[in-house]
């Protein structure tokens, strides 16, 4: 993609708005209208509410006598805005079998024109404000493309067929090298949003935060590695596990990271969005819950680094990886030649799970109006993860940016690294 610091906001909207056309090129309709579990939404409904975020949070705001395509898509692509009003439910999003693709996406063109046409027509004193806006929701935007990839992959998963979404660029098989562990003296350090550039409202303040001296490691975890750990019985050992995380095992009579399947001859696969692939040792393990990930933290002696260490420790490596611009869509073993002590991966490949709960920073306050929504009211029963995946777009990553989800959710592109305290 551009470089944002060259591109106008008309140029930038066009060009993401562009790239979620791209994403479903691939579906058949058919595709679109799937929803196989209440976490998962169709596609149908990602492009729009996409599309709803920008005609409810700004058009509607901004251009007078402003027309919508259909009243009605108020209710039906609100997505959880409970000020602004009711909505359709979130695990019947797939009951939605009008408005069809073709109006949807006809929906997504006329509010594109409008935008373009508000941008031209608006005052100094609001434009301003305007791009703000719009830059907030191409930002959500980008965050739904990952959620189109993810939800196409469980759709697609759940299917008898295990359908290809794509041929994919082919994966690297480089071996990655042994994991070692960087140290780091800890002490009174700063993390959080600067204020230069765009952030979401729970990337702020910046704050000071005490960190005790500290051990992470180069990489993450590996499909290897994870391996061992379900050959020595992990799954089935209940010492390892949180008390919730261990029911959720039983209850879902879970035995490896979702996508794992064993062919004919006991042989380890793994489905992707290319389809059914052989299980590569030394990829980055992925498609892992919390639980998963700190029971194995658990049976190595370690445990995951809190979001302050991992913040603070990336704070020396540059934002670049495999992520959604390389088109691969799969987490990919590292074919750089690092020193034992460098940090690899810490972007793109596998969202990488923290040991801290989602909360507010010291003195966060969220937006004003319905926007204060958007990240506020989650904050509650789930975990950070940090540095973005194989479907992220690089330019939405930031050091300072706070995933979340709850702990037992794995369909996301989630990993871990290792840490623990310096004796």
Not at 128 to 151: F, T, V
Not at 275 to 299: C, K, M, N, T
Request: hydrophobic content about 35%; glycine content about 6%.
């Amino acid at each position: 993609m551009k470089a944002i610091e060259n591109t106008s906001i008309a140029e930038r909207f066009a060009e993401i708005r562009g790239v979620t056309m791209k994403l479903i090129e691939p579906l058949e309709t058919e595709d679109f209208i799937i929803q196989s579990h209440e976490d998962v939404s169709p596609a149908k409904w990602h492009i729009a509410h996409t599309t709803w975020f920008f005609e409810r949070m700004i058009l509607k705001e901004f251009k007078s006598n402003y027309e919508e395509f259909n009243p009605a898509f108020d209710f039906l692509f609100n997505s959880y805005y409970n000020t602004i009003g009711p909505y359709q439910p979130r695990h019947q999003r797939g009951v939605l079998s009008r408005p069809t693709v073709d109006q949807v996406i006809e929906y997504r063109k006329y509010v594109d024109q409008q935008v373009y046409n508000l941008l031209d027509e608006s005052a100094s004193e609001t434009k301003k404000e305007i791009e703000a806006l719009l830059y907030m929701g191409l930002q959500h935007e980008q965050q739904h493309q990952e959620l189109i990839l993810m939800d196409i992959k469980y759709n697609f998963f759940v299917n008898p067929l295990l359908p290809t979404y794509a041929q994919t660029k082919k994966r690297t098989l480089s071996k990655t090298q042994e994991s070692q562990f960087v140290e780091y003296d800890g002490g009174l350090v700063e993390i959080g949003h600067d204020g230069d550039g765009f952030a979401f409202d729970n990337e702020s303040p910046r704050h000071k935060v005490w960190l005790e001296p500290f051990k992470l490691a180069t990489k993450p975890v590996t499909n290897g590695e994870f391996l061992e750990f379900i050959n020595s019985g992990g799954y089935e050992k209940p010492e390892y596990w949180l008390s919730d995380g261990w029911s959720i095992v039983k209850e879902h009579n879970w035995k490896a990271p979702l996508y794992w399947l064993k062919d004919t001859e006991e042989k380890w696969q793994i489905f992707t969005l290319a389809g059914i692939q052989d299980l590569e040792l030394d990829e980055p393990v992925s498609h892992v819950s919390f639980y998963e990930a700190d029971a194995f933290s658990r049976w190595k002696g370690k445990r995951l680094p809190t979001e302050a260490e991992w913040e603070y420790a990336s704070q020396s490596v540059a934002i670049r990886g495999n992520t959604m611009d390389d088109g691969v869509y799969h987490p990919v073993a590292s074919s750089e030649d690092l020193q034992s002590s460098s940090l690899s991966k810490m972007f793109g490949d596998v969202w990488e799970w923290t040991a801290s709960a989602y909360s507010p920073y010291p003195g966060s306050k969220p937006l004003e109006g319905a926007l204060g929504e958007y990240n506020a009211k989650f904050m509650c029963n789930q975990m950070i993860l940090r540095g973005g995946s194989c479907a992220t777009p690089v330019d939405h990553i930031r050091k300072t940016y706070r995933n979340f989800f709850p702990p037992e959710k794995r369909w996301q592109f989630s990993g871990f690294r290792l840490a623990e305290d310096q004796s």
